[in-house]
């Protein structure tokens, strides 16, 4: 079924289209995951909302943006066991949040 995403990306108008189909494929795996337990489908999801991100920040959908963040470092962090990558994903998510005013972060 990722070749059928891929041509509904192809054929979508904008990048709210593209941010929406992207998400429901992600849905569709954390699911997957949360079912079978296989990690494959937690690469998966990592990678779709890693593709989405940058399209929540052309939207201006900051906050999307961040919880995106936050939804990789969580299954780097809990599934992957990616300590390192979840670090940096968390500390993206912080970036942007402070960057667009959801909450200051102390030096």
């Known amino acids: 079924w990722e070749g059928r995403m891929e ?28 079912s079978t337990g296989s990690k494959v489908h937690a690469l998966c999801e990592v990678g779709l909302e890693e593709r989405r991100i940058p ?12 919880d995106a963040m936050c939804d990789i470092a969580c299954c780097n ?12 994903w968390f500390h993206r998510a912080r970036d942007v949040g402070a960057a667009h005013g959801f909450f200051s972060v102390e030096s």
């Open 55 to 66: 399209l929540l920040g052309n939207l201006q959908r900051f906050r999307d943006q961040g």
């Open 7 to 34: 041509e509904m990306m192809a054929e979508a108008l904008s990048d709210t289209d593209r941010a929406a189909i992207l998400r429901q494929f992600s849905i569709a795996h954390s699911e997957g995951y949360n």
């Open 77 to 88: 962090l809990l599934v992957l066991s990616e300590t390192s990558e979840a670090g940096r």
